[in-house]
């Protein structure tokens, strides 16, 4: 079956330092990715998304960039802030309807 | 616009009762999804429906659990009898297409406790 491997399992970085989460797939079916960040206590929320048609997606400091023939996808956070510490999770899909997510990141932003 | 709603929010119980835990999508999605969260297993989907029909319930642990969705706006997934390792966080999330290129909307989540 599908599997979807995220790395690192946690990240500290320093306010203001830029945060880079990987992702990589291993069904070549996978058509949607999307990133979903969690905080302590509540909901996956959906933050960006990115379809294989296209390789790079952004939105205000959050931006994704997805490489088809290697099969993996990364977010990227720039200027990051304390509230942007929280458990990010990557996911791909494909057109079973299924979404098979990563193990999870667990970013950490230090004042 | 409401978004997925799930209840109840927290479910503490005995080893042996059954566990009933209720899911109401966002209006106009025809996609429901049950995951379940735990620290070592992460997120974990238990069963999906399209036009609520189940399309994959490979997911489900054991035949102690199960889910129904009768209608477009409710869906049960059910434990009997529950177990102590069946405690987690069970999220309901819902998508307008099942295709599996639509955003999923999670709700609020039951955590679930099994003494």
């Known amino acids: 079956g599908e599997n979807v491997e995220q790395h690192p399992s946690t990240l500290s970085v320093q306010e203001g330092d830029s945060a880079v989460i990987k992702c990589t797939y291993s069904d070549s079916a996978s058509n949607y990715f999307p990133w979903y960040k969690q905080e302590l206590g509540k909901r996956p929320q959906l933050i960006i998304d990115?379809?294989?048609?296209?390789g790079e997606k952004k939105d205000q400091r959050i931006a994704v960039t997805l490489n088809k023939t290697a099969k993996h996808f990364s977010l990227h956070i720039t200027e990051t802030q304390p509230e942007d510490s929280a458990v990010y999770f990557c996911a791909a899909s494909n057109q079973g309807g299924k979404l098979i997510f990563g193990q999870g990141t667990e970013l950490s932003v230090k004042p | 616009d409401a978004g997925v709603i799930q209840s109840p929010r927290h479910e503490v119980t005995e080893m042996g009762q059954e566990v009933t835990l209720r899911c109401k999508p966002i209006?106009?999605?025809?996609?429901l999804f049950w995951y379940r969260q735990t620290m070592m297993r992460g997120l974990e989907l238990l069963i999906y429906?399209?036009?609520?029909?189940?399309?994959?319930d490979s997911g489900m642990p054991e035949d102690r659990f199960s889910a129904k969705m009768p209608n477009a706006s409710f869906s049960t997934l059910k434990i009997q009898p529950s177990e102590p390792r069946d405690s987690a966080v069970y999220f309901c999330a819902s998508s307008w297409s099942g295709q599996g290129d639509q955003p999923q909307h999670f709700g609020d989540g039951t955590r679930l406790s099994i003494l």
């Open positions: 990115i379809r294989s048609n296209v």
């Open positions: 429906f399209n036009n609520n029909v189940p399309i994959d």
């Open positions: 209006s106009g999605h025809n996609s």
